[in-house]
C-alpha cells in the first residue's frame, strides 16, 4: 500500500470507528484490510503491472539485427545449367536509430507503468472510500437501532401507565388501545431496523467476498464528529487529490508521446553487409550498403502537432477539473460545516428541552393534568428529534469521507468539545 493510500486510510479510520477491537465488533481498520486484501479490483493490477513492465524491457531493446540470403541470375534461359551464373547472396542488415528514439519509447513505456501505478493507487482511495461510506451506513443503522428500542421501551412505560389510569376509571379504554398500538408501531419500526443493519451488514461485507457478515456489530459512534481546517487550508490540500496528480502523470504521458514524435523528424540509416559467391569463377566478394528515406521531417509534422495539441487540451482540461474540484470541495466544507452545527445545537439545546419536556409530561399524564394524546405528541417530537440528528451527523460524515477522498490528507485534529 502507497503512503498516501495509507495516509487515506487513517484518516477514514477516524471518521467514525474507535481504533479498539471488541469481541465480536468489526472496526473500520479491520473493515479497510479485509477489503484491500480481497477485493478482486485490485488483484487485477499486479498482472497489468507485470505487462506494462515487459512492455518496458520490449521498448529498452535496439533494432534487431537481420540474416539475409539472396540468389540472383538463376535460373537463366539458354545455358546448359540454370546455376551457372548464379550470384549467392549472405548479409547481415540492421537499422541505426537517431534522434533518441529508442530512449523516447522507453520513456513512453515507463510512463504508461507509472500511470498504472496511479491508477491502482486511486482504486485503492475510492475502495478504502466506498468502504468507509458502507461502514458508515452500518454505525447509522445501529445508531437509530438505539433510538428505537428507546422509544420501545418508552412505549411499554406509556402502556402501563395508560393501563394504571383506565383501571383506575381516570381513562376511557381506547386511551390503553391507542398505547398498545403506538407500542406495536415502535416494535414494527424496531424490526425494521434490524432489517436494515442486517441488510447494511452484507453490503459491507460484500466488499471483501464475504457472503455472510462475521461480526455481530461495528465500532464508532456517528454523533462524534472531529474538527477540519478551515476552507482556505483545505484549498492548498486540493493539490494531492488523486485526480489532479492524475493530469501530472498524463502530462507526462503526454510529453513522452511528443518526444516520440518530435524524433521521428530524425533520418534513420539502415546499412547491410555481407558476402557474394559468384558460381561462374567460384569467387567471393564483400557487399556493404546504407539507404535512408527521404521525407521524414514532413511527415513526422502532423504527429508532432497531434501531440502538441493533447497537450494543450490537457492542461486545459486540468484548470476545468481544478475548478470543478474546488467547487465539490466547498460544497462538502458547507455541507460537514452546517450539519456539524446542527448536531452540536440538536445536543446541546434541543434534545436537553425535549428530555425535560418528556419528564414534565411523564409527571403531569401520572397525576391527571396531561391527556395521553398530549404526552404521546411530546414523545414523537422527541425520538423524532434523535432521529434527525443521527441523520444529519450521517450527512456530515458523508461530506468529511468526500473532503478527505479530495485532499488525500489525514487532516483530522481531534473530536469536537
Given amino acids: 500500500m502507497s503512503i498516501r493510500c495509507a495516509a487515506l486510510l487513517a484518516a477514514l479510520s477516524s471518521c467514525c470507528a474507535s481504533a479498539w477491537a471488541q469481541s465480536g465488533t468489526l472496526t473500520l481498520d479491520a473493515a479497510f484490510a479485509r477489503a484491500l486484501e480481497k477485493h478482486p479490483q485490485l488483484a487485477r493490477y499486479e498482472p497489468l503491472r507485470a505487462a506494462a513492465s515487459a512492455h518496458v524491457e520490449s521498448e529498452s531493446q535496439g533494432a534487431p539485427l537481420r540474416l539475409g540470403l539472396e540468389l540472383e541470375n538463376a535460373p537463366r534461359t539458354r545455358q546448359d545449367s540454370s546455376f551457372d551464373s548464379a550470384e549467392t547472396t549472405l548479409s ?65 412505560v406509556m402502556v402501563d401507565a395508560a393501563a394504571k389510569r383506565v383501571r383506575a376509571g381516570a381513562a376511557p379504554e381506547s386511551v390503553h388501545l391507542a398505547a398498545e398500538a403506538a407500542a406495536a408501531r415502535a416494535r414494527l419500526l424496531h424490526d425494521r431496523g434490524i432489517a436494515q443493519r442486517e441488510a447494511a451488514a452484507r453490503r459491507l461485507a460484500i466488499l471483501w467476498s464475504s457472503q455472510e457478515p462475521d461480526f455481530a456489530h461495528v465500532a464508532g459512534d456517528v454523533l462524534n464528529l ?56 567460384g569467387s567471393w566478394a564483400a557487399v556493404a550498403g546504407v539507404s535512408m528515406p527521404l521525407g521524414n521531417t514532413r511527415r513526422a509534422e502532423p504527429g508532432i502537432r497531434a501531440a502538441q495539441a493533447e497537450l494543450t487540451a490537457l492542461a486545459l482540461e486540468r484548470e476545468s477539473a481544478a475548478l470543478t474540484l474546488e467547487a465539490t470541495l466547498i460544497e462538502a466544507h458547507l455541507r460537514f460545516s452546517a450539519a456539524s452545527a446542527e448536531v452540536r445545537a440538536a445536543r446541546d439545546v ?68
Avoid at 461510506?133 to 438505539?146: M, N, W
Avoid at 423524532?384 to 489525514?410: D, F, K, M, N
Fill in 92 to 156: 547481415l542488415a540492421s537499422v541505426i536509430e537517431r534522434g533518441g528514439k529508442r530512449d523516447a519509447r522507453r520513456a513512453l513505456a515507463e510512463a504508461r507503468l507509472e500511470s498504472l501505478n496511479l491508477e491502482q493507487e486511486q482504486a485503492r482511495a475510492d475502495l478504502l472510500a466506498e468502504v468507509a461510506r458502507r461502514y458508515l451506513d452500518l454505525v447509522a443503522t445501529q445508531s437509530l437501532g438505539e433510538v428505537a428500542a428507546a422509544e420501545v421501551r418508552q412505549r411499554e
Fill in 226 to 281: 472531529p474538527t477540519i481546517p478551515p476552507l482556505s487550508g483545505l484549498r492548498a490540500l486540493l493539490e494531492r487529490s488523486p485526480e489532479l496528480r492524475r493530469f501530472a502523470d498524463e502530462s507526462r504521458l503526454h510529453e513522452a508521446r511528443l518526444q516520440l514524435a518530435r524524433a521521428a523528424r530524425t533520418t534513420d540509416i539502415e546499412w547491410n553487409a555481407g558476402i557474394r559467391r559468384l558460381e561462374e569463377d
Fill in 350 to 417: 434541543l434534545l436537553p428541552k425535549l428530555q425535560q419536556a418528556e419528564r414534565a409530561a411523564e409527571r403531569a399524564y401520572r397525576a391527571g393534568a396531561l391527556s395521553h394524546i398530549e404526552w404521546s405528541q411530546v414523545e414523537v417530537e422527541s425520538f423524532a428529534a434523535r432521529r434527525e440528528q443521527v441523520l444529519v451527523a450521517v450527512e456530515a460524515h458523508r461530506a468529511l469521507i468526500e473532503i478527505q477522498r479530495l485532499t488525500g490528507s489525514p487532516f483530522i485534529s481531534g473530536t469536537q468539545p
